[in-house]
């Protein structure tokens, strides 16, 4: 049982800080932002999640029937992520490159202390079990005083500016790309997610510095920072995976990327170019089918439908294709099953799936993990919402490594000289926050 509390609240955007910071001092922390991008139907302007009572970490073998167990075991808020590499339970793959992270591949816990804000009230849920704690910790978040410097960014991580290196360089990327296309003109794939690794050793930074830089860069709609112990998700991911609210399951994939301009009528030109690439829609419209029939497996028959097909979407660092694909499913659909029978996400592996993951396994020289996998929740009563995390640095603090991966989807059309462009268009604002 939980103790439910609201607040009116003078000025949001200052608590929002409050609550970040106040949230230092715990071990496990979820903070969802959507930073106010309501044309995503965020179900809350912020969520943050503190203080395990219960927790579940495995790898991927049997994962989601433990993930099942453990959320209709809990009936209650829990939070967490699904690696990418839970495709291992899903099919018959395996994951055998190098992991320079080791982040469990199926990490969720049942928060003690769940915080929901929406526009201006602040909802506080407490298990019952610790309700003696509420009056001393939300004196303790409103008097929290907020630092300037780590929000404004003067001096964001000048003592900690570690060296990016490259995984795949140049040359081998287009290597790798070019028997990509050779997988495609013979026929075995119509598209993958080709993925590289951007990482550094020996590293340290501050992780909610680090955070905040990249959230002020990017205000996206899904961004992230979690904390389970001494390993950290910093992410700014535009990208929605799938949500459930009551019967209706919403997926959103993300295809088509193009830079921005300060010039407006420039970036207006942009926009145009991105809307009518005929390349950006082939590969968005394949994914929008992977999507389609990824949601029949758990849908009312003839429910699928596409509500936005290859819709443009601006962001303060790109222009992104984005198409919305929903269906309905029965009051008693498992949740978690609508989870297994998605994933991985379309975007993030290519079409047909399965013989895409075995080909970009072979090809790439990183184990994805959290990388292109899912952060969210599951409410009380069986609703969930993930996001896509990409655009996202992950940091192991024990072992002092710090990495971030993009990539892009290769299809017949594309070429290996732009497609290199674009990881570069992807990773400029996760290396400007790194080496500032």
């Known amino acids: 049982m939980r103790v439910t509390l609201q607040f ?11 609550l970040l910071l106040w949230s ?16 995503q139907n965020s179900e809350f302007d912020a969520i943050l999640a503190v203080d395990a009572l219960t927790l579940l970490q495995t790898d991927y073998i049997q994962a989601f029937q433990k993930l099942n167990e453990y959320q209709q075991t809990t009936n209650d808020w829990i939070f967490g992520y699904l690696s990418y590499d839970l495709k291992n339970d899903v099919e018959h793959l395996i994951s055998q490159n190098y992991d320079g992270l080791h982040f469990p591949e ?9 915080f929901l804000l929406k526009g201006n009230i602040l909802e506080v849920q407490y298990l019952k079990v610790i309700d003696d704690e509420l009056e001393a910790d939300i004196q303790e978040i409103f008097n929290t005083k907020i630092d300037a410097e780590l929000f404004t960014h003067k001096d964001s ?12 360089h140049k ?10 296309l050779e997988h495609i003109h013979r026929g075995d794939i119509y598209e993958a997610n080709f993925c590289q690794e951007f990482y550094a050793e020996n590293a340290e ?20 920072y979690m904390r389970l112990s001494d390993k950290y998700i910093l992410s700014a991911s535009p990208e929605r995976y799938i949500k459930k609210k009551g019967t209706k399951i919403t997926s959103q994939p993300i295809k088509g990327t193009a830079k921005r301009s300060t010039d407006i009528l420039e970036d207006q030109q942009l926009i145009e170019n991105l809307q009518n690439d005929e390349k950006e829609r082939a590969e968005n419209i394949m994914i929008v089918d992977l999507v389609r029939n990824d949601l029949a497996k758990t849908a009312v028959k003839g429910s699928v439908q596409v509500e936005e097909l290859c819709k443009i979407y601006t962001f303060d660092q790109v222009h992104q294709m984005i198409s919305t694909v929903v269906s309905e499913v029965t009051e008693n659909q498992n949740p978690v099953a609508i989870l297994q029978t998605t994933f991985p996400m379309g975007s993030m592996t290519g079409a047909p799936k399965i013989s895409a993951m075995q080909i970009i396994e072979n090809l790439e020289e990183t184990k994805r993990g959290i990388y292109s996998g899912a952060i969210g929740y599951f409410t009380p009563n069986n609703d969930f919402d993930f996001n896509v995390v990409i655009r996202s640095i992950l940091y192991n603090s024990s072992k002092k490594y710090v990495s971030y991966s993009v990539g892009g989807a290769i299809t017949a059309k594309s070429i290996p000289e732009k497609e290199y462009e674009e990881c570069l268009i992807k990773a400029k604002a996760m290396r400007e926050v790194l080496e500032n």
């Open 24 to 39: 230092q001092q715990y071990h496990e922390v979820v903070w969802l932002d959507s930073n106010n991008y309501h044309a």
């Open 205 to 224: 930074i501050d992780p909610l510095s680090t955070y905040t830089h990249l959230n002020a860069i990017s205000k996206p709609p899904f961004a992230t």
């Open 171 to 180: 040359d081998e990327y287009h290597e790798k790309v070019t028997k990509l």
């Open 8 to 18: 009116s609240l003078e000025n949001p955007t200052v608590v929002k800080q409050q």
């Open 106 to 114: 199926l990490y969720f816990f049942q928060p003690k202390k769940v």
């Open 157 to 168: 991580n000048k003592e900690y500016r570690p060296k990016i290196k490259l995984r795949i």
